[in-house]
């Protein structure tokens, strides 16, 4: 269990990257909709991709893959990782607006109902606009990475099969492009070069 000092660092940090998302998300994609002119920023080819309801919980897994740090990390690994959620939302938020891209998928809510209410409340709130990179990606590498660094080889394992299955999920839901997954991947290790945990590294542990 987290001692109290990894949790007030966890939530401090969580506040942070709480705050900088939703001031910079909302905001450009309400900007994006209002202008005439989008990019298409995938190949014909990849409209191909099928369409599959059911990775929409590897997709939502995402908001599970918060909590791991306050379990794995230990405090001083924190601000590392909180620095680059924010940065990473800023980063993005820019390429955004820079880029305006639309998606190349037809939304589509399936029949049965619990799916059909799941993709009516993501469609609700997020419009097809902030797709490079894709933000959930850049949250989900920057968390499962960082805590990966520090886990025991069994957990690490679980952490980077949870990253591929949601970058892949992020595709079958017909919520990103291939182009959003490489850009975000590449944020992220950008990301993790500029703010370094150094002394996670070499001294701390999950015990």
């Not at 590897?58 to 590392?80: E, N, Q, T």
């Not at 409340?121 to 490079?132: E, K, T, W």
Request: hydrophobic share 55%; charged share 10%; glycine share 6%.
């Amino acid at each position: 269990m987290p001692s109290r000092g990894e949790a007030r660092v966890y939530l401090r940090w969580a506040g942070w990257a709480g705050v900088a998302f939703f001031a910079v998300y909302p905001a450009t994609n309400w900007l994006a909709s209002q202008r005439a002119l989008t990019l298409q920023l995938y190949v014909p080819l990849e409209l191909g991709v099928p369409f599959i309801p059911q990775f929409i919980w590897l997709y939502v897994s995402m908001y599970v893959l918060f909590l791991a740090p306050l379990f794995v990390l230990p405090a001083g690994c924190m601000p590392a990782l909180g620095r680059q959620l924010v940065a990473g939302t800023l980063i993005s938020g820019l390429l955004f607006l820079l880029l305006p891209a639309r998606l190349g998928f037809e939304r589509v809510v399936p029949a049965d109902p619990l799916y059909a209410a799941m993709y009516a409340m993501i469609f609700r709130l997020d419009q097809p606009y902030n797709l490079v990179p894709s933000l959930h990606l850049v949250f989900s590498g920057a968390i499962a990475l960082a805590c990966a660094q520090v886990a025991p080889p069994g957990l690490r394992a679980g952490l980077l099969v949870w990253l591929a299955a949601i970058a892949l999920s992020t595709l079958l839901v017909h919520q990103h492009h291939l182009l959003d997954v490489v850009a975000a991947f590449v944020l992220v290790h950008v990301l993790r070069q500029k703010f370094k945990a150094e002394p996670c590294v070499n001294t701390c542990s999950c015990s």
